[in-house]
Each structure stands twice: as C-alpha cells, then as structure tokens.
C-alpha cells in the first residue's frame, strides 16, 4: 500500500471559509513534508513544506501542521478564494531521492 | 528562467513503439527526477538522477531507461510501448540544500499507448 494518504478524496467549502486538508504518513524515517496544488492541466506547484523538527510553519494564507506522534500532516487554507480550487497532494521523503506522493484531495469552492 | 521544460506535450503511441521524452532545467540543480501519474492517482517516481552520469531507479521503473549526460537534460525513453504506460509524465528538479528537498515540475507529457 502507499506510505503516504489522504483521509478525503474531496473536499467542497464556501467561498471565504478555512480549508483544511489532512494526510497521513507511515514512514517514521522521513525528515520532510511538503505540499503541492495541482491545477487542471499543470504540474504540481509548491505551496509550503515543513521539516520533521517542526510542528507548525505558516505562509501566506497557509499553514502546515505536523504531528509526529500520529504521523499526521495537515494544510490550512485561510479565506478559501475561488483560485484555490485544484487537488493538494502532501508528499515526503527520507531525504532527496525523490518524493512519496498521496493520492490527492480535491478542493471545491462553492460561491 | 524558464525552469523545467518538457517536450512533447502530447504524443500517442502505437504498441511496441519507442520514444524519448524530453526534459531540460536552466536552473542549475543537481537532482532531477521522472515521475508517472495515473488518472486519479498521485505521483509515482520511475527514475531520479543526482548529478550528470548518475542514475538510479524509483518505485516503477520497469519499461523505462534513462540517462544524464549533462547537468540540464534528463530524458526518458520508453521502449517497446505498452497501454499499461498510458499516463503524464512529469520532470522535475531541485537543488539538493540542507533545509529543503522542494522539487520544480515541468508542465508534463500526456502519453496514450493504443
């Protein structure tokens, strides 16, 4: 099976509310967490990682929350726009060769 | 910059047929990669190189070779196409730092094997 899921394949909110999206992981050995937005058509672009030493790292408009203990990886999305719209993957890896990605959330903004 | 690039967009391929997929980066990173995705699905990684004439296999790498001749181009090459190798694929590089492993995509190939 994966190393890496998604509790929810999609997720639907209302336009200005809080996203959140939630990921599972089963390798004690990775070091590094990131999270990639996937438009319709496009390749997977960066949107915040997060080491192992770490339990939270805020961006722009995001957050990324890390809980060791339950191997939990979650992603906040504040004042959800329409632009938001697309599938998150969380993805990590024990080091640099190559990334362990899930299967992927896909976010609808309702007007 | 025009960070990854990949070519060709889109290509279909009759069974048994070969093809390379290009990809090139101007960004100077030393860790490249070649992944799959299915419908669907998340990301699988077929091969990654770490630097110009080394190569290493990913999770699925069978029907596939590659090869890194120079810092800014890695292609893939299918041989012998099968319909199981209908998918995008995807480059992608980066600079392997201490603090980040964060990976730059290419805009992906769209490949249909019939």
């Known amino acids: 099976g994966e190393s890496v899921g998604l509790h929810l394949p999609t997720l639907s909110v209302q336009e200005g509310d809080n996203s959140i999206i939630n990921c599972a992981y089963s390798?004690?050995?990775?070091?590094?967490f990131i999270w990639y937005k996937q438009e319709s058509g496009k390749g997977p672009q960066f949107i915040i990682d997060i080491r192992s030493n770490m339990d939270k790292r805020q961006g722009q408009r995001v957050t990324v929350l890390l809980n060791k203990t339950v191997k939990h990886l979650s992603l906040q999305i504040a004042a959800t726009q329409p632009g938001d719209s697309a599938v998150y993957f969380c993805?990590?890896?024990?080091?640099?060769?190559?990334?362990?990605f899930g299967k992927g959330t896909h976010l609808i903004i309702q007007p | 910059n025009a960070g990854v690039t990949q070519t060709p967009k889109f290509r279909i391929l009759k069974i048994g047929q070969s093809m390379t997929l290009q990809c090139a980066q101007d960004m100077n990173h030393n860790y490249m990669y070649w992944y799959r995705q299915d419908p669907g699905m998340g990301l699988k990684l077929i091969y990654y190189?770490?630097?110009?004439?080394?190569?290493d296999k990913g999770e699925v790498p069978n029907g596939y070779n590659v090869s890194r001749s120079t810092t800014e181009d890695f292609p893939l090459r299918l041989e012998l196409a099968a319909p199981s190798q209908t998918s995008v694929y995807f480059c992608a590089s980066s600079y392997s730092g201490r603090d980040s492993y964060e990976q730059y995509f290419g805009p992906g190939t769209r490949l249909t094997v019939t």
């Open positions: 993805a990590e890896a024990p080091g640099a060769d190559g990334l362990t």
């Open positions: 390798n004690s050995a990775s070091d590094y």
């Open positions: 190189s770490v630097g110009a004439g080394i190569t």
